[in-house]
């Protein structure tokens, strides 16, 4: 498993781990930018992953921006959810689909590579039926760029 790979799944840990931290405290889920290092850091040692490390650099910037952009990725998704509502979707769900929108929105990654990564982790993290759903939800995402650039 490559190292952004790896980078992808710290980053899916740290969402998760922040889910939990909201629930238990005053703070909302837009506001978890502030506490996000912390849980970053939190689960690499707990890998020993190291803080200069290609893994956690990737995780890092993933979580920066995904946090910083948060609303508008949302938006994107819900729109791109069709007959489902946003706030049933599983968070591990909700949150692979988070880190796949972002890298397409904000990353020159192609997008193929972004929804197959997103598959693979859904099939170690999620349910059987979550890969078709990321799946398509993503390439909703990546038809909805093309329609846009035309």
Not at 9 to 15: D, G, I, K, N, S
Not at 35 to 64: C, G, H, M, R
Not at 85 to 112: C, H, M, Q
Not at 115 to 143: D, P, R, T
């Amino acid at each position: 498993m490559g190292n952004r790979r790896k980078g992808r799944e710290v980053a899916l840990q740290t969402l998760y781990s922040l889910e939990y931290f909201d629930s238990e405290s005053d703070i909302s889920p837009r506001d978890t930018s502030s506490v996000f290092y912390e849980k970053l850091l939190e689960i690499t040692n707990n890998k020993n992953i190291k803080s200069d490390s290609q893994i956690f650099e990737f995780a890092e910037k993933i979580l920066i921006h995904l946090l910083e952009n948060i609303d508008k990725i949302d938006k994107i998704i819900e729109k791109n959810t069709k007959n489902w509502s946003f706030n049933k979707i599983a968070f591990l769900d909700k949150s692979i689909l988070r880190i796949g929108v972002y890298e397409l929105l904000f990353t020159d990654t192609a997008p193929p590579i972004i929804i197959n990564e997103a598959i693979e982790i859904s099939k170690k993290y999620c349910s059987e039926s979550s890969g078709k759903f990321i799946n398509g939800i993503l390439n909703a995402v990546v038809e909805g760029q093309n329609e846009n650039k035309t």
